[in-house]
């Protein structure tokens, strides 16, 4: 093979980790990635003397060899650009080709007809002044070299690959935390409908949900009813999924994850989740211990948008892809984005995360607008309440635009590890003391009760009679602009809500004049 030598992780303060063999390279590609690729072809940059890793671009592999030559030219590009903003040009280039034998097929075979994609990242890399180092095909358990021409060290047969986690790089990357997802297939399945379809009473209920939530989502005053309802069933279900025995085997969970779901709950939900509103208030559920059984849920959702409605997976994929960033997974998080821009390609939520994921930005910078929306929230929920409660003279104190505020909103905790411990009536209360402390202010909820009430520390809250237990939001966070926008449903032509307030994207947060309050006494 080629002389060279590659180095991780890129900090060069921390121990680093030496592959000098294909095979080697071979066996890091699942770590550098998160998970083992399936048909597709990935560039890895190169940077200094040392071989660093940087950057690293992932594309299905055309199945028309004709599309080789674009895809070859665009990929090379985009590492090559990406990598020039963060850690400068690449010195170098390793791409990896990974697809496995079809009917008829062996190893062997497969590598001598990937051989002119091989070509073509390779001329395509050199019009940028970057030589592609490395170029190695995986395929049947076996890699092979394209760069090398020694049969002793590559042989025509290929070299077999060392069984998974038998490696100094696996051990190395067990010991710093780093884990593998599996296949790329297998992350999929995990958020894609059965090849079958599915159930086919999945549709039906969708069917039904449609005709009927509809309509009423593209009403200004039926609007924030659905959407608090749809919140309301959400925050039963994260709870019941919670509450759950724990589960290895990810088949088995997903599936048992399937059977507590009803329905009609799940069709609500999804037909809900179309209004851009409801699915930014959803996103509340991002950290802490609630984090995980909502990535189930969510998971579960775009499970069941198969047919006609494929589409409406977009947000549940959304959903996932967020949460799945915002716990620390951007393998998965990547996967499931990728997955809700398949659906729709002009989903605005998707695209933004997506590019924010592939760029490394934080994801703190994004909770902390969300915390700081809910915040907000709540705070014009109580003002609302408070005005039910003591109608001022000539005041009725209820209606529609009174009352549709005071359904509290999910929201997820903040600190991690936590559990919640359910109370002899199913739900638990919570108070924060002073700001910054691991508690949650907690509020008895209702149409005609007073929020602020405390009670015994946890991650639930009972949101009144019949109603599911809500999670408890924390203290704390940044300000930040709150989401607004028109009730309908995601897509629909922006306007004014029937609060009067514009969109966020057409809008600004009031803000008070340069200067500051005027002095006492002067107006």
């Known amino acids: 093979m080629s002389d060279h030598t590659n180095t991780t992780p890129a900090d060069s303060d921390e121990p680093r980790i030496t ?64 990598s020039a903003r963060r850690l400068g040009t690449p010195d170098a280039i390793v791409a990896f080709l990974c697809r496995e034998p079809g009917p008829g097929e062996t190893g062997a075979t497969v590598m001598e007809a990937l051989r002119p994609l091989a070509q073509h990242v390779r001329l395509a890399a050199g019009a940028r ?26 042989p025509a047969e290929g ?46 209920a969708l069917d039904g949900a449609c005709s009927h939530l509809l309509p009423r989502l593209l009403d200004d005053d039926e609007g924030p009813v659905v959407g608090e309802q749809t919140l309301t069933v959400a925050a039963g279900l994260i709870t019941r999924l919670l509450q759950l025995p724990e589960v290895r085997d990810p088949k088995e969970a997903d599936a048992r994850d399937d059977r507590a779901i009803g329905l ?55 959903l996932a892809g967020w949460v799945a960033w915002s716990t ?36 703190e910078s994004i909770r902390r607008v969300l915390r700081r929306a809910g915040k907000d929230r709540r705070l014009a929920a109580t003002r609302v309440a408070e005005k039910v409660r003591t109608p001022g003279p000539g005041r009725r104190g209820s209606g529609p635009s009174a009352q549709r505020r005071t359904v509290p909103l999910p929201s997820a905790l903040r600190w991690p590890g936590r559990r919640p411990r359910p109370s002899a009536s199913g739900a638990e209360g919570g108070n924060a003391p002073d700001r910054g402390a691991p508690a949650a202010r907690a509020s008895q909820q209702g149409r005609d009760a007073r929020p602020g009430s405390s009670g015994s520390a946890g991650s639930l809250r009972q949101t009144g009679a019949g109603r599911p237990p809500l999670p408890v939001r924390p203290r704390g966070g940044r300000p930040g602009a709150g989401p607004g926008g028109p009730r309908g449903p995601y897509g629909a032509a922006p306007g004014r809500g029937p609060s009067g307030r514009l969109p966020l994207r057409s809008s600004r947060p009031t803000r008070r004049p340069q200067g500051g309050r005027p002095p006492r006494g002067r107006r």
Do not use: K
């Open 264 to 318: 009609d709950e799940a069709a609500a939900v999804i037909v809900g989740l179309q209004d851009r509103e409801t699915r930014d208030r959803a996103a509340e559920w991002m950290e802490g211990p609630l984090a995980p059984p909502a990535l189930r849920l969510w998971r579960a959702l775009a499970r069941r948008c198969s047919g006609a409605y494929d589409e409406y997976a977009a947000g549940p994929l959304a």
């Open 328 to 363: 620390g997974d951007p393998a998965e998080a990547r996967v499931a984005l990728a997955l809700a821009l398949r659906a729709d390609p002009d989903y605005t939520f998707a695209l933004l995360l997506h590019h924010a994921c592939n760029e490394g930005l934080a994801a």
């Open 159 to 204: 070299t077999p690959l060392t069984p998974p986690g038998t490696s100094v790089l696996a051990a190395a990357a067990v010991y710093a935390g780093v884990a593998v997802r599996g296949s790329l297939r297998a992350m999929e399945r995990r958020l894609l409908p059965p090849d079958d379809g599915g159930d086919p009473a999945w549709t039906t």
């Open 129 to 154: 002044d970057v030589p592609v180092v490395e170029a190695i095909c995986l395929s049947d358990h076996r890699c092979w070299s394209y760069c090398c021409p020694d049969p002793v060290c590559c």
């Open 19 to 82: 592959v000098r063999s294909h095979t080697e390279l071979a066996d890091a590609l699942p770590y550098l990635l998160g998970f083992q690729p399936d048909e597709n072809l990935v560039l890895v940059a190169v940077h200094g003397s040392g071989g660093r890793f940087g950057g690293r671009v992932r594309v299905g592999i055309p199945t028309d060899p004709a599309d080789w030559p674009a895809i070859a030219d665009v990929l090379t590009d985009a590492l090559v650009t990406g």
